[in-house]
């Protein structure tokens, strides 16, 4: 039960991380539609697995919350990574880019990846204290 | 079970994610190839491949260090009773050294630009 249900898990992840970089690049495009439908049916598996695991109903509500939560955080911070690689995909290409348009760029990528380091940090630890260490 | 959402996202963006966008191995390895078709003179080229096996280097250095702290966070939060701050001592070492990556690609890179003549540094990406 453990491994499918962290294959469930990983499941809705991995799908939403293919549909955002399908809008990245034209190369190698998989079907959006039947990525959507694959996200929707893991989705549907994950509730299912987080309902049968954590018995308590408040705190299965609560670990539904988080696990929502954290699909957009993955949906922000992954939106945030496809326009960041193509500016910066733009600016090495450009012979004449400047070393400080660079920093420019970095920064703000080192500033929105440790804010979202953050964010994780303290969703998990929320999960972590909604459930119990054998759920 | 939240392991594959820390890995890809929120350190980083995976593999691709590894140098901003600067480089990764496989992009330092097609720019390799390219450098042997577009410069033809032999000095020059054989400065930039030099150059490039630097960054290759650099990054595949990196992405040893990524894997590495990858590790320490899957160990934290497969325990249910592990301490967040030592999850944050890990990530907060693997910032300093994503940054030291960074500085390193962008010295490189601006090394490269100064062996490649303008035409031959925009044949090199219109080949992309």
Known sequence: MKSS?????????????VLLASCATLKQSPDPGKVQ????EARAQELELVR????????????????????????KHARFLTAHRQKIAVLAADYDARREDFEVLLADFNRQRAAAQKE??????DMKATTTADE | MFWAFMYWYFL???????????????????????VAIVVEDPVRADAALSTLADLKKNAVAFEKTFAA?????????????????EIEAVLEQLNRDWERG?????????ELREQLTREEWNALYSAE
């Open chain 2, 102 to 110: 960074q500085e390193r690609a962008l010295d490189l890179r601006f």
């Open chain 1, 5 to 17: 249900a962290g294959l469930s898990l990983t499941t809705v992840t991995t799908l939403v991380v």
């Open chain 2, 12 to 34: 980083g963006g995976g593999a691709a994610g590894i140098s901003a966008g600067v480089l990764t191995p496989g992009a330092v390895e097609e720019l390799s190839d390219r």
């Open chain 1, 52 to 75: 049968a695991t954590v018995t308590d109903p408040a705190r299965a509500e609560r670990l539904l919350e988080l696990l929502a939560e954290r699909d957009r955080l993955v949906e």
């Open chain 2, 69 to 85: 702290s990858g590790k320490a966070v899957k160990r934290s939060y497969r325990d249910h009773g592990a301490d967040r701050a």
């Open chain 1, 120 to 125: 994780t940090i303290d969703l998990v630890a």
């Open chain 1, 37 to 40: 439908a694959q996200i929707a």
